[in-house]
Every structure is written in structure tokens, then in C-alpha cells.
């Protein structure tokens, strides 16, 4: 029986810890406090920020939203990081990706304060998180690994697939799955759009990881028998329905079930735990810069779920 990872539950049950430590916080005087800084028109990002801001709000976190018109020159939002850099009150800055064409968005993400950048993209929380001594850890990675230590799947000593070399998922997992230290020690291949023979390599995996944003580029014949399959994919594809389209992964559900023996649906399975990492690292930047120490939820066998 292929066990349905319920991203869902898992997060719930990690917001609910985290609500413990923002009371701790509260209670040393401590709001902690999120901006989300949106410089686009695309839908998609708008709804992204969206549910960042409802989910801060239902934990208590202060939220703030800037909207920057994504026709000004890169200094405007430059300013505005530079502001919210200054400001006590916000702990976390997230900047919603991807920025227009004419901003550099290198630039953007090295502008904000290190101890700030909640989505763990600055060059030093890259660099921390490489030598092995994360500070914050990017929130879709962290996800995956959360939601496999839920479901009781140790990567120790597992073969890792990933599938995707990106900066925000790919590089970063792989580098937090072969760390020295719990929820890691596993052997990592990352796969990319150079990658021969993909089946050949994902066939060999205990854990498939598929972050290519190619609609069921992974499906059954890919996956061995008793495969854990996440799938990080989020990927609009036409329907005949009211909206005009539907979100499929990057994984084929139906046949990779199959052989799988455990698998994240999508919707349901990481996107929620995304938006519950960026709550954590929220907290953990609050935390960090009121130097309150605070438990954080570690997603071990508390969480599993039968
Ligand atoms: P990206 O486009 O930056 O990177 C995609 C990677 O996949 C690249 O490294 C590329 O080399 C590789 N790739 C592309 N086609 C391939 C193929 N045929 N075979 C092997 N590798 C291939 O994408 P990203 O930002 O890492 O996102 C990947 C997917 O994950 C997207 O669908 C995105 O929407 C989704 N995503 C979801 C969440 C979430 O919270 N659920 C968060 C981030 C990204």
C-alpha cells in the first residue's frame, strides 16, 4: 500500500509548534515580523504572496506587504529593502521571485541583511548552509527534508535523486541531504537538462526528488519498487475546467504510485510545507535578532503520520 504523504497535515502540526515559540516571543515583548516585497503583475506570484501573508497572520506574525511597480528602475526596490533592513520590527524579508527582466535580481537578494533573509538566498546563508553550519535553510529544501523525516524516511546512507540543479531547490537540497548531521548523510546525484539517461539514474534511487518544472516528467517506469517520490513540481497546464487549467507535478502520480512506497501529491504535498519554513525561519530570525532562544520544531517522529 503507497503510503499519500499528507504535506498538509505536516505542516499543520509544525505551525502548531511554532505557534508555542511565538508565544515564548510575545511574551519577552517580540513580535516577529515578515515583509513580503511583490515587484510583478503575474498572478501567480501575487497568490504566492498572498498566502504567505494569510498563513503569517493565522500563526501571529506581524505580515507587511510592499507592492512596487514593476516599471520603476532597480533603485526603488533597493530603497525599499534598504528600509525594511533598518526597521526593528521586521525580522524576515522575503522578496517574491522572479523580478522583472531589468532588475538584477542577484543584487536584490545580496542587498538584503543577512540576518533578514528568511528565504536563505543571500551568498552567506548559501555559504553557511554548503560548510555545513545553516543558518537559514531555503524554505522548499527544507520542506522536502521535514516531510521525509515525518514520514520516517531517514536519507542516511540512502541513494538521492534529484531532479533540477536550481539555486532554490536543487543546489540547496542536495548540499542538505549529504550533511553530516541528522536528516542528511545520504549519497546525492543531482540531475539536470543535460542529465542521459534520467530513468537509468532515477532507477538506481531510494528517494526521487523531481524539481525540473516539466509537467510528469517522471513517471512509474522511472521508479523501482518501494521509491520515496517527492515532487516539488508546481506546473499549469490547460483544462478544460473553469479556471482554464489545472496544477500538475513534476512526477505522474498515477503510475509512479505504482511502484512507490511513499509519495507527495500535488497540490498537498510541498507546497504547504514551503509556506511552513518560511514561518520557521521567521521565527528563527526573531528569535536570532532578540536573542531570545526559542525550541523549534524539528519534524521527527512527533509528526509521523499513520
Ligand atoms: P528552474 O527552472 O529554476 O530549474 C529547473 C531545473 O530542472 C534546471 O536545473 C534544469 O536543468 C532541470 N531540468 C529541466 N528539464 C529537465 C529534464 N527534462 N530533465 C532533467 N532536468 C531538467 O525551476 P525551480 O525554480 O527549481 O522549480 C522547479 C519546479 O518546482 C517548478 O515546477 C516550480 O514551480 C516548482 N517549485 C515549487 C515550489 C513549492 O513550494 N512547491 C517551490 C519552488 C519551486
Redesign the pocket.
Known amino acids: 500500500m503507497t503510503h499519500v504523504i499528507d504535506g498538509n497535515a505536516v505542516g499543520d502540526r509544525i505551525t502548531d509548534e511554532l505557534a508555542e515559540s511565538i508565544e515564548k516571543l510575545e511574551a519577552n515583548g517580540v513580535t516577529p515580523g515578515l515583509a513580503t516585497v511583490l515587484m510583478s503583475d503575474d498572478g501567480a506570484s501575487e497568490t504566492y504572496v498572498s498566502m504567505k501573508q494569510r498563513a503569517c497572520e493565522e500563526i501571529g506574525i506581524e505580515g507587511s506587504h510592499y507592492d512596487i511597480n514593476p516599471n520603476v528602475p532597480e533603485e526603488v526596490l533597493i530603497d525599499c529593502i534598504d528600509e525594511l533592513n533598518e526597521d526593528p520590527s521586521v525580522h524576515g524579508i522575503l522578496v517574491q521571485m522572479p523580478v522583472p527582466d531589468h532588475i538584477d535580481s542577484q543584487a536584490v537578494l545580496k542587498r538584503i541583511d543577512p540576518m533578514k533573509d528568511i528565504d536563505g538566498f543571500h551568498p552567506e546563508n548559501v555559504g553557511r548552509l554548503v560548510a555545513g553550519d545553516p543558518r537559514f535553510v531555503p524554505c ?1 529544501p527544507h520542506g522536502v527534508q521535514k516531510l521525509l523525516a515525518a514520514t520516517d524516511v531517514d536519507p542516511e546512507g540512502k541513494d538521492v535523486v534529484i ?4 539555486n ?3 543546489k540547496p537540497l542536495a548540499n542538505l541531504l549529504m550533511q553530516k548531521s541528522d536528516g542528511g548523510n545520504a549519497t546525492v546525484t543531482v ?3 543535460r ?1 542521459d539517461d ?1 530513468g537509468a539514474k532515477t532507477r538506481r534511487a531510494d528517494i526521487v526528488v523531481a ?4 509537467p510528469e ?1 517522471v513517471d512509474g517506469d522511472m521508479i523501482l519498487d518501494g521509491t520515496t517520490v517527492i515532487d ?4 499549469r497546464v490547460d483544462a478544460d475546467n473553469e479556471k482554464g487549467y489545472e496544477l500538475v507535478g ?1 512526477v505522474d502520480f498515477e503510475s509512479a504510485k505504482e511502484n512507490a512506497s511513499a509519495i507527495t501529491p500535488v497540490p498537498g504535498g ?2 504547504p510545507m ?1 509556506i511552513t519554513m518560511l514561518l520557521y525561519n521567521t521565527v528563527k530570525a526573531a528569535s536570532l535578532q532578540a536573542d531570545i532562544p526559542v525550541e523549534l520544531p524539528d519534524g521527527t517522529s512527533s509528526y509521523r503520520l499513520e
Open positions: 522548499t531532479v533540477g540543479r536550481s532554490i531547490v536543487g540531475c539536470h537538462s542529465t534520467l524539481a525540473a518544472g516539466v516528467l516539488v513540481g508546481v506546473n513534476d510541498i507546497g514551503t
